[in-house]
C-alpha cells in the first residue's frame, strides 16, 4: 500500500507517508481508517509525507477530492511535507477545498513541520 497512518498526539495529529503512485485500492483501504480517526477525535491535524510520491491514478485523485470534500470542515490543519516544486503547488490548489489551514514544508523543514501542525494539540 502506498498509504501509511501513523497517530501522533494521543490521535489528534495523523501521520500520512505517501509514495509511489496511490490507487483506488489504496484509498479503499485508507478511507475507514480516516473516517475512525475523524469520528474518535471530531478534528484532526494532518502530517502529510510525501517520499517518492508521483501522484495519484485518475480514480485515486476522485476518491481524495470527494474525501475531502466530505470532511471539509473536520481537519484544522494540514502540514505537508515534500520534496517536489509540483508538492508546494498542490498545497496552494488544494486550500479552496478544505478549512484547514495548510502549509507546505520542504522536506529539510519536515521538524518545523511537525511542530507547527502540533502546535496548541
Known amino acids: 500500500m502506498a498509504i501509511q497512518v501513523n497517530e501522533l498526539k ?26 475512525r480517526h475523524i ?3 471530531k478534528k484532526i491535524r494532518l502530517l502529510f509525507e510525501m517520499s517518492q510520491f508521483h501522484g495519484w491514478e485518475v480514480k485515486a485523485a476522485w476518491d ?3 474525501l475531502g470534500m466530505k470532511h471539509y470542515g473536520d481537519i484544522e490543519r494540514i502540514a505537508i511535507v515534500g520534496e517536489k516544486k509540483w508538492q ?4 496552494q490548489f488544494s486550500k ?8 507546505y514544508f520542504d522536506r529539510a523543514e519536515d521538524a518545523a513541520a511537525r511542530a507547527w501542525v502540533e502546535q496548541g494539540t
Request: proline fraction near 5%; charged fraction near 35%.
Open 88 to 91: 508546494h503547488w498542490m498545497t
Open 96 to 103: 479552496p477545498f478544505t478549512a484547514a489551514e495548510v502549509r
Open 64 to 66: 481524495d477530492f470527494k
Open 39 to 41: 469520528g474518535q477525535q
Open 10 to 35: 494521543d490521535g489528534k495529529v495523523i501521520e500520512v507517508d505517501f509514495s509511489g503512485k496511490l490507487t483506488d485500492e489504496d484509498y479503499k483501504c485508507f478511507i475507514p481508517e480516516f473516517e
